[in-house]
T-cell receptor, first 112, second 114 residues
Framework: DQQVKQNSPSLSVQEGRISILNCDYT??????FLWYKKYPAEGPTFLIS?????DKNEDGRFTVFLNKSAKHLSLHIVPSQPGDSAVYFC???????????FGTGTRLQVTL | NAGVTQTPKFQVLKTGQSMTLQCAQD?????MYWYRQDPGMGLRLIYY???????DKGEVPNGYNVSRLNKREFSLRLESAAPSQTSVYFC?????????????FGSGTRLTVV
């Protein structure tokens, strides 16, 4: 039972344009959400997070949006850069033990 | 500034062999985790240790054992390796129970069981 889903395995975006990565979840007990970025042969690195009391969090070129009623979150990258090409994982937790449940990942390719 | 160190980086095992994956962190983090990553499956939690002296099962614990040797080290043992355990294994640590700070991951161990 996949509680965190990333339905798009891959996404290609031109440099300078907006990248939008989507994530859906089924467990209504999740109240913390995170995005990780992963390059080949490296471990995932933490990118940005949001708690359920907020609907938006920004950090530079990265913004995460949370729609609790739709159980949906998205990551916006503006403007996209070639160095953003990586696999992006969304993750969620109930907060009590901070165990993270990860999605299956979306491979983003930013083209010149 | 090592962060989370995993050894070995690569390993090939024969079915039935045993091995231990090592993980150490130098950030004085309380909590440590073992995940496996498989194509199309994302990262799945095998075991975690919320604090020194405690360990708990995650989503996919069968076939694995763990030891939280001290605050720095958290090892994962495969007693009798199976081809289904071919995967990339990631160790991670976190500083507080606050989930918004995220985890720090190691660079992974790529394990092949033949």
């Amino acid at each position: 039972d996949q509680q965190v889903k990333q339905n798009s395995p891959s996404l290609s975006v031109q440099e300078g344009r907006i990248s939008i990565l989507n994530c859906d979840y089924t467990n209504s007990m999740f109240d913390y959400f995170l995005w990780y970025k992963k390059y080949p042969a490296e471990g995932p690195t933490f990118l940005i997070s949001i708690s359920s009391i907020k609907d938006k969090n920004e950090d530079g070129r990265f913004t995460v949006f949370l729609n609790k009623s739709a159980k949906h979150l998205s990551l916006h990258i503006v403007p996209s850069q070639p160095g953003d090409s990586a696999v992006y994982f969304c993750a969620a937790s109930t907060g009590t033990a901070s165990k993270l449940t990860f999605g299956t990942g979306t491979r983003l390719q930013v083209t010149l | 500034n090592a962060g989370v160190t995993q050894t070995p980086k690569f390993q090939v095992l024969k079915t039935g062999q045993s091995m231990t994956l090592q993980c150490a962190q130098d950030m004085n983090h309380n909590s440590m985790y073992w995940y496996r990553q498989d194509p199309g499956m994302g990262l799945r939690l095998i075991y975690y240790s919320a604090s020194e002296g405690t360990t708990d099962k995650g989503e996919v614990p069968n076939g694995y054992n763990v030891s939280r040797l001290n605050k720095r080290e958290f090892s994962l043992r495969l007693e009798s390796a199976a081809p289904s355990q071919t995967s990339v294994y990631f160790c991670a640590s976190s500083t507080t129970p606050d989930p918004l700070y995220g985890y720090t991951f190691g660079s992974g161990t790529r394990l092949t069981v033949v």
